[in-house]
């Protein structure tokens, strides 16, 4: 059990495979990232991020900082950063622990290896969720409903469009299979039993003088200005 600051706001805990490490990142002072490992924190790094992955034996992880992927040694510090074409969310270790998969907000999905190096990238037209398969292959997810497999050589294996219910298209109303009774509410509105006249109303033309200067009001007739 580690005890952290009673004003810290923890937005992600992320841990390592072997259960010996935990990544957590919090707000605090601009970003803070807390590595705790067998029960004891080891490292705090200045940063703020949003997400992160942990390597399987807790050494290194990643961590999405807004448009960057920075890579961390829990021993050395800050390894490389990976820059993106925006916010970058969802990283994730392949099981081989050499690729990251990533895709930022804009719908650019991204690989990249342990040094940081670009492996693949593709424009998906929306925001995607990356996922490895212990095979290696990687599956994207995207926000419009297209899912693709693609092998170790990042060529579609396929691809399909999820399509919801007929009866839970937008605009369609669900069929009802029995009366379901109604009933509305009264007093609960506020308008007034009688809508008041139209006239006179702060859009009655008049003579209004309008001028700028300390001191100076606004008032519907220039006789009565005043300082």
Same mark, same amino acid.
């Given at each position: 059990?580690?005890?952290?600051?009673?004003?810290?706001?923890?937005?992600?805990?992320?841990?390592?495979?072997?259960?010996?490490?935990?990544?957590?990142?919090?707000?605090?002072?601009?970003?803070?990232?807390?590595?705790?490992?067998?029960?004891?924190?080891?490292?705090?790094?200045?940063?703020?991020?949003?997400?992160?992955?942990?390597?399987?034996?807790?050494?290194?992880?990643?961590?999405?900082?807004?448009?960057?992927?920075?890579?961390?040694?829990?021993?050395?510090?800050?390894?490389?950063?990976?820059?993106?074409?925006?916010?970058?969310?969802?990283?994730?270790?392949?099981?081989?622990?050499? %690729?990251?998969?990533?895709?930022?907000?804009?719908?650019?999905?991204?690989?990249?290896?342990?040094?940081?190096?670009?492996?693949?990238?593709r424009d998906?037209?929306? !925001?995607?969720?990356?996922?490895?398969? %212990?095979?290696?292959?990687?599956?994207?997810?995207?926000?419009?409903?297209?899912?693709?497999? !693609?092998?170790e050589d990042? %060529?579609?294996?396929?691809?399909?469009?999820?399509?919801?219910?007929?009866?839970?298209?937008?605009?369609?109303?669900?069929?009802?299979?029995?009366?379901?009774?109604?009933?509305?509410? %009264?007093?609960?509105?506020?308008?007034?039993?009688?809508?008041?006249?139209?006239?006179?109303?702060? !859009?009655?033309?008049?003579?209004?003088?309008?001028?700028?200067?300390?001191?100076?009001?606004?008032?519907?007739?220039?006789?009565?200005?005043?300082?």
């Amino acid at each position: 059990q580690v005890a952290l600051d009673p004003i810290e706001k923890l937005t992600v805990i992320r841990t390592a495979a072997d259960g010996s490490t935990v990544v957590v990142l919090t707000i605090r002072e601009g970003g803070l990232i807390h590595v705790i490992r067998h029960g004891q924190l080891v490292r705090t790094f200045h940063a703020f991020a949003h997400d992160a992955a942990v390597a399987a034996d807790g050494s290194w992880f990643v961590a999405a900082e807004d448009n960057l992927l920075a890579c961390y040694d829990v021993a050395q510090g800050l390894r490389w950063t990976f820059t993106g074409d925006s916010v970058l969310l969802q990283p994730r270790l392949a099981a081989d622990q050499r %690729r990251i998969a990533t895709a930022s907000d804009l719908g650019t999905a991204y690989v990249v290896d342990r040094d940081g190096q670009l492996l693949f990238q593709r424009d998906l037209g929306a !925001l995607a969720a990356p996922a490895w398969l %212990r095979n290696g292959d990687l599956l994207l997810a995207t926000w419009m409903g297209r899912v693709y497999r !693609l092998g170790e050589d990042y %060529r579609v294996k396929w691809e399909t469009k999820l399509e919801p219910a007929a009866d839970q298209l937008p605009g369609r109303v669900p069929a009802v299979t029995a009366a379901v009774p109604t009933e509305r509410l %009264r007093g609960f509105e506020n308008a007034a039993a009688q809508p008041g006249p139209l006239t006179p109303n702060l !859009l009655e033309p008049t003579k209004t003088w309008i001028g700028y200067g300390p001191g100076l009001r606004f008032i519907p007739h220039y006789e009565q200005m005043v300082d």
